[in-house]
Nanobody, 120 residues
Framework: VQLQASGGGLVQAGGSLRLSCAAS????????MGWSRQAPGKQRELVAT???????NYADSVKGRFTISRDNAKNTVYLQMNSLKPEDTAVYYC???????????????WGQGTQVTVSS
């Protein structure tokens, strides 16, 4: 199983970016999916999560600006980031709780990270 993240880049403050993360490989089902970020010199923090049923949760710092969504048919999770601020600059990582077969227990997987840089 692999998670491939994409969509990062350089954007000016106030701009928008959309991150994508596609899961591939031997997948029976995917439970929760999410995005975290890690800025230089800081600990990784949870940004947003979404359940298989579509329930979402956000860090206070991104509420009202970021939207997480998923396409279950494509095994893909998205993060729409609007009104970006310089403090949103970080490497963004996706994660997913994946069951590889019916009798397997779910296992957490992480993507490789994509850089988001917001200039002031």
């Amino acid at each position: 199983v692999q998670l491939q993240a994409s969509g990062g880049g350089l954007v000016q403050a106030g701009g928008s970016l959309r991150l994508s993360c596609a899961a591939s490989g031997s997948i029976f089902s995917i439970n929760d999916m999410g995005w975290s970020r890690q800025a230089p010199g800081k600990q990784r923090e949870l940004v947003a999560t979404i359940t298989s049923g579509g329930s979402t949760n956000y860090a206070d710092s991104v509420k009202g600006r970021f939207t997480i969504s998923r396409d279950n048919a494509k095994n893909t999770v998205y993060l729409q980031m609007n009104s970006l601020k310089p403090e949103d600059t970080a490497v963004y990582y996706c994660n997913a709780d994946i069951r590889r077969a019916r009798l397997y227990a779910p296992t957490g997987y992480w993507g490789q990270g994509t850089q988001v840089t917001v200039s002031s």
